[in-house]
């Protein structure tokens, strides 16, 4: 179902470049986005369900998944950039 977080899906960037769940989740995290900066922009949004911004290895361009969180995330730390 579309929408579901870490759903075992390949992911494929404008580029062509295509990453199964198990690479999408190896490229570098460049940004993730928390239930409370997300709720500024949607009627609702579940806590427990954050969108991690990755970097294509090939071509250096965004792609976004959605990320179960098993706990939500305290607002201090909402949309903080995180780098691996």
Do not use: H, I
């Not at 579901?4 to 690479?23: D, F, K, M, Q, S």
């Not at 954050?50 to 361009?61: G, M, P, S």
Request: glycine letters at 4%; a positive charge; hydrophobic letters at 40%.
């Amino acid at each position: 179902m579309k929408g579901e977080p870490n759903r075992a899906r390949a992911r494929t960037c404008r580029c062509g470049a295509r990453y199964e769940t198990e690479a999408f989740a190896k490229l570098t995290q460049v940004r993730t986005l928390e239930a409370a900066e997300l709720a500024t922009f949607m009627v609702a949004w579940p806590t427990t369900v954050a969108v991690e911004v990755r970097t294509c290895a090939a071509c250096d361009a965004p792609l976004a998944w959605l990320a179960a969180r098993s706990a939500p995330v305290s607002r201090g730390t909402t949309g903080s950039s995180r780098t691996k």
